[in-house]
């Protein structure tokens, strides 16, 4: 008898237990991203598929962005601005390591933005930072920052993955074996397939959910299709629109529909004749028709542009009608400049759909005018390398995800090539403006001479479509920076 009780509950305790192990709410996640990675150090590198993978997951700044994207404390817990917005002082969290061991404090955040501003510097978007005239530490604890003239979005600026801070016992490192001091550390980096990142539990803020996150580069939309219905990964941040009636009647997905920063824009190199001619640019503008681009490029979930501005953001102004679709006003435009029969150019494509799509329309609605495109089919590392970096490129297709990024246009020497001092005075006020209502009106100013000098064609505002598994929770619907967020994801029963 006592030897059959004592079996009996041996199979009970059993049975509890493998039913707790059924019943475990996962941890792990995999998630396929279109773009490979170039580098793993967002302060070295411009593309937005660094900031996928590390920003606020390896990575943190002073700042942060957060979903709705209102800034919020990062590495520092509190700042105070001076009464002339020139001095910031910055207190930080307390009890924060990198992923190595080593302590983080106010001499990692001067190491940081001297590295930035120093004369070798890679970063992306050093201009981000000039304005910064010294940074001090105080203390383990404090850091100053003096600023040489007022800068209305600095809060936001230091929010950017460019701004995250490094240490200097890693960061020569960071761009292969990233160690930051996230709530998620690196594992390894398997080039052409998968980064690896896990918790770190010694993490100084809030933890998260997950304790495994692994990142598949996945560019065919094709293979993630298959890939999501086998279970391979678990969900994406930025599906194919094409592909999404698969999901969208099946309960065992949730599509989030969501918007971005990205503009996408038929870029022009403003430096390149013919393109250095106005009348030529104009043409090519009323040859676009952003419509017929959006319904084939994006099926429909496109917004068209005028501008580079996200039409979300308070400062957006619809100049959609600067240059409507006229095919005989391109012509004409064509015929005074010297090109009554056209002319042949290159585009070069990213490997994701909505450059390609859009590139094949493109080419179709600017044969009809004359214009011959011969469409070259790019990888991230040779578009960084051939168009943005080196400028051999007549025309490009690309989101820019980069929320206020306007003042880009500021600079002669991006790849756009577009020197127009007026504009650059311009951005320099808006840049020192903290007024709302002021920075409206400039910003205003500024998206007009963009669009009546068709400085490069502005297509549409790129949409974030997520697939993910219906028993996750906790993803952006909406990306107002770039990143791919993983500190509120989790599973559910």
Request: net charge negative.
């Amino acid at each position: 008898m006592d030897k059959t009780l004592q079996a009996f509950r041996l199979a009970v305790a059993m049975t509890t237990a493998l039913t707790g192990v059924a019943m475990a709410v996962p941890s792990e996640i995999r998630i396929g991203v279109a773009l490979e990675p170039p580098v793993l150090d967002p302060t070295a590198g411009a593309a937005e598929a660094i900031d996928i993978v590390v920003y606020q997951n390896v990575f943190e700044g002073l700042t942060r962005i957060d979903q709705n994207g209102a800034i919020q404390p990062g590495l520092a817990s509190d700042w105070t601005i001076s009464d002339d917005g020139l001095t910031y002082t910055f207190k930080l969290a307390d009890g924060v390591t990198f992923h190595d061991g080593t302590t983080f404090d106010a001499e990692d955040v001067k190491f940081t933005f001297d590295r930035i501003l120093a004369a070798d510097s890679v970063n992306a978007h050093k201009e981000f930072y000039t304005p910064i005239q010294s940074v001090t530490a105080i203390d383990p604890l404090t850091v100053q920052m003096q600023l040489d003239h007022v800068v209305g979005r600095f809060l936001f600026d230091l929010s950017r993955g460019d701004a995250v801070i490094v240490a200097p016992e890693s960061a020569d490192n960071n761009a292969n074996e990233p160690i930051g001091t996230g709530p998620f550390a690196f594992v390894q980096w398997d080039k052409g397939n998968r980064v690896v990142l896990e918790a770190y539990s010694p993490y100084w803020g809030a933890p998260g959910h997950l304790t495994k996150v692994t990142y598949l580069f996945i560019g065919d939309t094709a293979t993630m299709t298959n890939a999501l219905l086998a279970g391979d990964i678990d969900g994406t941040n930025n599906f194919a629109p094409e592909a999404l009636a698969v999901f969208e009647s099946n309960p065992q997905f949730k599509v989030l529909a969501g918007t971005t920063e990205g503009e996408t824009i038929l870029t022009i190199n403003n430096k390149r004749p013919p393109f250095d001619n106005l009348k030529v640019r104009q043409a090519m503008a009323h040859a676009i028709d952003r419509q017929a681009i959006i319904d084939g490029a994006t099926y429909g979930y496109g917004v068209p542009i005028g501008a580079p501005f996200a039409p979300h953001n308070p400062y957006y102004v619809d100049l959609t009608d600067t240059y409507p679709h006229d095919q005989e006003a391109a012509k004409a435009l064509l015929a005074e400049t010297g090109f009554p029969d056209g002319f042949s150019a290159t585009l070069k494509l990213l490997p994701v759909g909505y450059a390609r799509l859009s590139g094949h329309i493109i080419a179709s609605q600017f044969a009809k005018v004359g214009i011959k495109l011969e469409l070259i089919n790019v990888d991230w590392a040779q578009w960084i390398k051939d168009v943005y970096s080196n400028k051999d490129y007549d025309l490009t297709i690309v989101s820019h995800v980069e929320p206020f990024d306007i003042g880009n246009y500021a600079n002669p020497d991006y790849y756009y090539g577009y020197d127009n001092p007026e504009f650059q005075a311009l951005i320099e006020i808006l840049n020192g403006t903290t007024d709302e209502a002021k920075r409206k009106e400039l910003a205003i100013q500024a998206q007009t001479i963009l669009a009546k000098g068709a400085v490069n064609g502005y297509l549409f505002e790129l949409a974030q479509i997520g697939v993910w598994n219906a028993k996750l929770t906790g993803m952006w619907k909406n990306s107002p920076i770039e990143g791919l967020v993983l500190r509120d994801i989790a599973w559910i029963e």
